[in-house]
């Protein structure tokens, strides 16, 4: 259940820094993983071939 649908959910303070870093973590998570599927997308249409 979502915390703004439930009402017995109370926003103290273990709960903001737990959905602090929570969203920290995963932001950077993303941010990663978004920077590598865009080198990948550029570095597959630039064509060059670099086969070791």
């Known amino acids: ?3 703004v649908i439930s009402f017995e959910w109370v926003w103290d303070m273990s709960h ?3 959905h602090g870093g929570l969203w920290y973590a995963l932001s950077i998570i ?4 978004t920077y590598c599927i865009i080198k990948a997308a550029y570095d597959t249409f630039k064509g060059t071939d670099d086969h070791h």
């Not at 993303?30 to 993983?33: A, D, K, S, Y």
Request: no cysteine.
């Open 1 to 3: 259940m979502f915390p």
């Open 16 to 18: 903001m820094v737990f």
């Open 30 to 33: 993303g941010m990663g993983m």
